[in-house]
């Protein structure tokens, strides 16, 4: 049962509800994956996103802050949500097809403005969370799973407009690529988009302070999709949506699109 999968970091389900409408009328993924939905479960639209043809959702929400969600044409059951570091957050949410994939959707924190947890408690926070992701997979490996959403951490090089500028900067310190690292490793997950697209720059956020974002195309590899390595050759057709980054009020995060012929 081949099905396409998209993640996207919407900062605000509610605000862009018309945005996630059209990418839903003209993508017409399968599976939808929302990060930094900022809405109670009940407040999201979801009504609007069945007429459209998805009329299944499993959420974890919160009342302006976090919040992830994932919509799907396809049938699909709660498989767990975890509170990784304890943080009382809205942060993942699991669903599992009909065909056994697991699909998790994390919503890692960004981590704040200082890469020194000894002085800001968020980037501890950020830290601890891996850590904890790190953790789970090693105490239960997963299979037959796909892990997406925003992890707000740039690993390569070439996830960022200019590694030596940035090392220093929350989301691509080496501190955070280790602990990105150790996560996946934990899981035996493989990045699919890289694995796909082995080569060249590639960013699915730009900052809201660039009001020339596109010319200036000073971006970060945020967002990723990848899957556990029992099925991770079946996907294919990886992309990124960086046109979306320009449409009318729209997130700072541009949709991460994979197939699976599974």
């Not at 998209?6 to 399968?30: F, G, H, K, Q, Y």
């Not at 602990?179 to 493989?190: E, I, M, P, S």
Request: aromatic letters at 8%; hydrophobic letters at 40%.
């Amino acid at each position: 049962m081949p099905f396409t999968l998209a993640t996207w970091n919407i900062n605000s389900v509610r605000l862009r509800e018309t945005l996630v409408a059209r990418l839903l009328e003209e993508e017409t993924p399968d599976v939808l994956c929302l990060q930094e939905c900022k809405s109670p479960v009940d407040k999201i639209p979801r009504e609007a996103f069945t007429a459209l043809g998805y009329p299944h959702m499993v959420a974890r929400g919160q009342k302006g802050y976090n919040g992830v969600a994932i919509l799907s044409k396809l049938p699909i059951e709660e498989a767990g949500a975890a509170d990784h570091a304890d943080l009382g957050h809205a942060r993942h949410i699991a669903g599992r097809l009909a065909n056994g994939v697991t699909i998790h959707n994390y919503y890692v924190p960004a981590g704040g403005d200082k890469p020194d947890r000894a002085i800001n408690e968020k980037f501890g926070q950020k830290l601890d969370y891996l850590t904890a992701m790190r953790d789970t997979f090693h105490a239960d490996r997963p299979e037959k799973a796909i892990l997406v959403g925003d992890l707000n951490i740039a690993p390569r090089e070439d996830d960022v407009w200019d590694h030596k500028k940035l090392l220093k900067v929350v989301s691509h310190t080496p501190i955070e690529v280790e602990h990105l690292a150790q996560t996946q490793d934990a899981g035996g997950w493989v990045d699919v988009t890289r694995a796909d697209i082995p080569q060249g720059n590639l960013y699915s956020w730009w900052s809201y302070r660039a009001p020339d974002w596109d010319t200036a195309d000073k971006g970060r590899r945020l967002d990723h999709i990848w899957a556990t390595g029992d099925i991770a050759q079946a996907a294919h057709s990886s992309r990124i949506l960086r046109d979306v980054r320009g449409w009318e009020k729209p997130s700072d995060h541009a949709p991460v699109f994979a197939t699976f012929d599974l």
